[in-house]
């Protein structure tokens, strides 16, 4: 039998060693909490899948600008009267002793319903950006049996977890899930949990400071309670590889996590593969798939129920099982060549007041104005990794994803601490969404500055790509230099990284972003590589919903921006997708024409509250054309 795929071992120590953040909080407080990072923390791969304890609802919430909670004013330890996470009746402690001073009282303070950013929360929480620290509190379930593992699905920027009063750990990274294993720190009854959240962006962040979306701050996916048996499946990722064989990699946890006996089963494909661990916990096999196997596609996005078995625990997912390649200039999704008729997302619900708070329904309604209105079949979710929900209604709608890290603009390349949080939340992002048939692209980065500390930065992170995950393919949206030709404009990738990507991503925005006039735009030179495929990662322009007028920010300018862009992309030989900035109008704080754009970046395709524009129709013809070609 081949191994196939790396073992669990191998893959936490991929990302660099000792762990690392980028941002290190003020004070003592902060090492008593460990750094929860792949290393660390157990994957709970799947965990929505799980059984579980709900978290969401309604929680206590304090704004901490000084970070008076993480550390005294000269630096040291807090004193008692602003450590928001003790386990204490502050009110009662103060009426009891006259001599007792807590500068705070959660009890009593705001509420903010879970998950979403305290952007929404209050007028005055508009534009905060800092630590928030949340609490509530819950019984615990009456009948525990088990592990319990705290699963925050995300929380924008860095969090500082305590459970009743003791430290449980942190986490750098507002998009990816974390875990910590909490089963003894639960007592029978009340238990009182706190988070710190701190929403701020430093220049070793990723993403750093500068942006084009807005900083949702704050618990803004699940948190949930998660219940395994004593030993469980951490992480499975169930698979085709690229010459059709049926793939499973399981990594168990737990004390009898040795030589373990296990099943892969797929009961609908007649599938029950038996296996043991090795000294690791891990478990590899490999068999030809089952002749009656229906690949997955974005016309027939057939999924099957996977269970593994191991002794109590039985792992459950929905998966589907396509192959993604790149053969020439061609993209091949099982062994055919395909279009990406995509368009791109920031992870923002469609709205008036959006708060980065995504359900099943507002993922559905994002995805079918992509699925069924644009009549697309790929999705790019920028610029960071999207809720799970968006992937999981991906998977079940039949659409392609291109999923990424915020390694945006300019990031530290030289700082170390920066490089092991992308690493890390690069892993995180991999390992949650491996099982997920939809994803077919992992992106390291977009638009950053050609360098060698960044070429090196990058490289690293697509050499994790490639260990993690041998069965997608790897990207970055890249620059390309504008010169000016006679008449039309002559492009030029000059990005070294193109040597080191499967498919090459161009970001291009003539017409909006320079003084070209759109007529010139189909007649454009493109200095690319020939030999491999292209795909346009965005262009776009701005368009309020409603305006017509012959000037930029109408939807006018915006459809003839796009008809322009089109007649430019049907030139290129080797072009093979394109995800459009943007389906939505979404917050930018850069974004401040008071006439047209007043805090909204307006590329979309559609208005914040979801009013189809003239380009819209434009993009959505294009797509019913190519796709009827496509049959
Ligand atoms: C870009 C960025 C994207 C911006 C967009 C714009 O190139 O990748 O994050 O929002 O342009 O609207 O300028």
Redesign the pocket.
């Known amino acids: 039998m081949r191994m196939v795929g790396p073992g669990f071992a191998t893959l936490i120590a991929l990302v660099a060693s000792p762990a690392m953040a980028a941002v290190e909080p003020p004070s003592t407080v902060i090492s008593s909490l460990p750094l929860a990072t792949v290393q660390t923390e157990p994957a709970l791969v799947s965990a929505d899948m799980r059984q579980g304890f709900d978290l969401s609802g309604p929680w206590h919430y304090s704004i901490d600008p000084y970070r008076a909670g993480l550390a005294g004013f000269h630096g040291e330890t807090p004193d008692p009267g602003q450590r928001r996470f003790i386990d204490i009746d502050v009110a009662k402690a103060m009426a009891s002793d006259n001599r007792t001073l807590y500068e705070f009282n959660l009890d009593h303070a705001p509420i903010a319903v879970l998950p979403s950013s305290w952007l929404t929360e209050a007028p005055q929480m508009r534009h905060y950006q800092g630590l928030v620290w949340y609490q509530r509190h819950f019984d615990a379930p009456a009948t525990r049996k088990g592990r319990i593992f705290l699963r925050l699905g995300a929380a924008n920027y860095a969090s500082y977890v305590y459970l009743n009063g003791k430290p449980v750990g942190r986490h750098e990274g507002g998009f990816t899930p974390f875990s910590f294993e909490v089963t003894k720190l639960l007592r029978d009854g009340d238990n009182q949990i706190t988070i710190g959240v701190d929403s701020v962006a430093t220049p070793t962040s990723v993403p750093p400071p500068v942006?084009?979306?807005e900083n949702y701050g704050g618990i803004t996916r699940p948190v949930r309670l998660v219940e395994t048996p004593d030993t469980f499946v951490d992480d499975a990722w169930v698979r085709l590889t690229r010459d059709g064989k049926l793939a499973v990699d399981v990594h168990l946890n737990g004390a009898d996590a040795v030589n373990h006996p296990l099943r892969l089963k797929i009961a609908a494909l007649g599938v029950d593969l038996p296996g043991t661990t090795d000294a690791k916990g891990d478990w590899h096999a490999l068999r030809p798939a089952p002749a009656k196997l229906v690949r997955w596609s974005p016309e027939n996005p057939r999924l099957y129920d996977v269970v593994v078995d191991a002794g109590e625990d039985h792992w459950k997912d929905r998966v589907g099982f396509r192959t993604i390649e790149v053969r020439g200039t061609d993209i091949l999704l099982n062994g055919k060549p395909i279009f990406l008729r995509g368009i791109s997302l920031h992870e923002e619900e469609i709205g008036a007041e959006p708060t980065r708070a995504i359900t099943p329904a507002s993922a559905r309604a994002l995805l079918s104005e992509v699925k069924d209105g644009l009549h697309g079949n790929y999705v790019r979710l920028?610029?960071y990794p999207h809720n799970e929900l968006m992937t999981r209604t991906a998977d079940e709608l039949g659409l392609l994803v291109w999923s990424e890290v915020p390694v945006?603009w300019m990031i530290a390349w030289d700082n170390p601490g920066t490089l092991a949080t992308a690493r890390n939340m690069l892993a995180e992002n991999i390992l949650r969404d491996r099982n997920r048939a939809s994803i077919a692209i992992w992106s390291v980065a977009?638009?950053t500055p050609v360098s060698d500390a960044r070429n090196s930065f990058l490289r690293t992170l697509i050499a994790d790509v490639r260990k993690l995950d041998d069965t997608r393919l790897v990207s970055a949206?890249l620059l390309v230099d504008h010169g000016k030709g006679p008449g039309a404009p002559v492009m030029t990738l000059a990005d070294p990284l193109a040597d080191s990507v499967d498919v090459l991503a161009l970001?291009t925005?003539n017409g909006w972003?320079t003084a070209d006039r759109l007529s010139d735009l189909p007649a454009t030179t493109w200095n690319v590589p020939n030999n491999k495929p292209i795909v346009f990662s965005?262009f776009?322009a701005?368009a309020l919903a409603g305006f017509h007028k012959p000037q930029k920010f109408s939807e006018d300018y915006q459809a003839d921006y796009y008809r322009a862009t089109l007649a430019m992309a049907a030139k290129m030989p080797t072009l093979r997708g394109m995800s459009p900035?943007?389906l939505k109008d979404f917050r930018?704080p850069r974004r401040q024409n008071p006439d047209f754009q007043m805090g909204w970046?307006r590329?979309g395709l559609i208005s914040e509250t979801g009013v189809r524009k003239m380009a819209f129709y434009v993009l959505s013809d294009y797509y019913l054309a190519k796709a009827a070609k496509a049959k």
Request: aromatic share 24%; hydrophobic share 25%.
């Open positions: 942006t084009d979306w920028a610029h945006y977009n638009e949206a970001n925005y972003y965005e776009g701005d900035w943007i930018s970046n590329k």
